[in-house]
Structure formats: C-alpha cells, structure tokens
C-alpha cells in the first residue's frame, strides 16, 4: 500500500503571498513505461467534494486558475499558490493513481488566511 | 453526462449494517472500461478508498474493511451497491460513489457524497 504523508497540516498565507504544499509517497508513483507520475491534487471546501485541481503531477485541470501549479517527481511532490486569494482558503489532499483500483490519500493540509 | 447519484440511510445503529445504492447516469456499470466503487471522507479527516468492482466480477478491497465490505453492481438497475457489516462510530463518513478508468490514464468520477452516521 502506498502512504502519503502531507506537510504542514495546517498554512496562514496573507493574501497575495506564495503557499507551498507538499506531499511525499512511500513509494515512487513514477511509471516507468510512460513517464508520468500518478498523482493528483485536490481542493475541499466544507460541505463540498474535492474538487479537481492537477493531475499527472502537473497537469492542471481544465478551469483551474493558473495561479495553481504542481511539481516533482518520484515520492516527493508540491503544490504551490503562487498569489493566494481568498477564495482559496481550503483543505488541500494529493492523492496516488499509480495502484488502481486502489487509491490513497494523503492527511491534508488546511490552508488559511 | 455522467451522474452518480449516492442514496440510503443518513443513520445507522451500531453492529448492525450499513447498505448504500449508487444510481449512475450517462454509461452503464457493465462497461469494461472502468472500476465502480466507494470512497469514504470521515469528517475532519482525508478520504479513504474502500473497495471497488468492474463488470466482470472482479472486486479490491481496501484492507482495513476487508471482512465486513462487500461491493457490487446491479447491471438491471445500473447501480453499484456497497454494504458495510458490524458498523461502529469510525464508520461515520460522507460515503462516495466513483468511476475510475481501468487504463493507465486520469479518469476519475466522484459523486456528490451522503452522509451516514453511526449512532444508537
């Protein structure tokens, strides 16, 4: 089984400054066939389900401002806000696809102002 | 459009068990395509998958439920079943209803999630 562990569990970013999200795997989610890494981010509001923001590592989602961005490669991976607005106050969860059916998560990282 | 629609009791005794439908929309469970199964989120933590099915039988459990999951399709009714034995106050979550494509690719489908709580 894959581990994610996220890190911090929790971020106070003022508005307008950079928020860097990290998420490391027990394992490499790099497929060596084609060279993608099978990892996911997502955002969660309260009340809501996790919306789709970077998949591939680093691909964004179709919508997805531009001021979200993903990176790495392996086991190590980070999401970065680059100019954090307020709308973006969320819990933010990476999540592994290299083992499916089996899916993992890691714990979050809830993001405020 | 795909639509997964979850639906069932918003609360359950402890011990006893917890039966929830998916009615799905816009493809049918008997494509080969894909995996039909459940994520859970219990709340203030991360989601947890917990099992998954594709048409020809195959079913994957995640560990920590095997024993008491069982997951399943209804190809009549185009819906994914999940029934969860022995159910205590852990088992409290927003229980969602995926599709995941069975190729090495990005396709994943969530439903909107119901929430069931385990109380007496």
């Known amino acids: 089984e894959i581990e994610l562990t996220q890190s911090p569990d929790s971020l106070a970013v003022s508005l307008g400054e950079r928020a860097t999200l990290n998420c490391k795997s027990s394992?490499?989610?790099?497929?060596?066939?084609?060279?993608?890494?099978?990892l996911a981010w997502y955002q969660q509001k309260p009340g809501q389900p996790p919306k789709l923001l970077i998949y591939?590592?680093?691909t964004r989602e179709s919508g997805v401002p531009d001021r979200f961005s993903g990176s790495g490669s392996g086991t190590d991976f980070t999401l970065t806000i680059s100019s954090l607005q307020a709308e973006d106050v969320a819990v933010y969860y990476c999540?592994?696809?290299?083992?499916?059916?089996?899916?993992?998560f890691g714990g979050g990282t809830k993001v405020e102002i | 459009q795909l639509q997964l629609q979850e639906s069932g009791p918003g609360l359950v005794k402890p011990s006893e068990t917890l039966s929830l439908t998916c009615t799905v929309s816009g493809d049918s469970v008997t494509n080969t395509d894909f995996y039909w199964g459940w994520i859970r989120q219990p709340p203030g933590k991360g989601p947890e998958w917990s099992g998954s099915v594709y048409s020809s039988g195959g079913t994957y459990y995640n560990p920590s439920l095997k024993g008491r999951l069982t997951v399943s399709l209804d190809t009549s009714k185009n819906q994914i079943s999940l029934t969860l034995r022995s159910v205590t106050a852990a088992d409290t979550a927003v229980y969602f209803c995926?599709?995941?494509?069975?190729?090495?690719?990005?396709?994943?489908?969530w439903g909107q999630g119901t929430l069931v709580t385990v109380s007496s």
């Open positions: 995926v599709r995941q494509s069975r190729a090495r690719t990005f396709d994943i489908f």
């Open positions: 591939w590592a680093s």
């Open positions: 999540q592994q696809y290299y083992s499916i059916p089996t899916l993992s």
């Open positions: 394992r490499s989610v790099l497929y060596s066939s084609n060279n993608r890494n099978y």
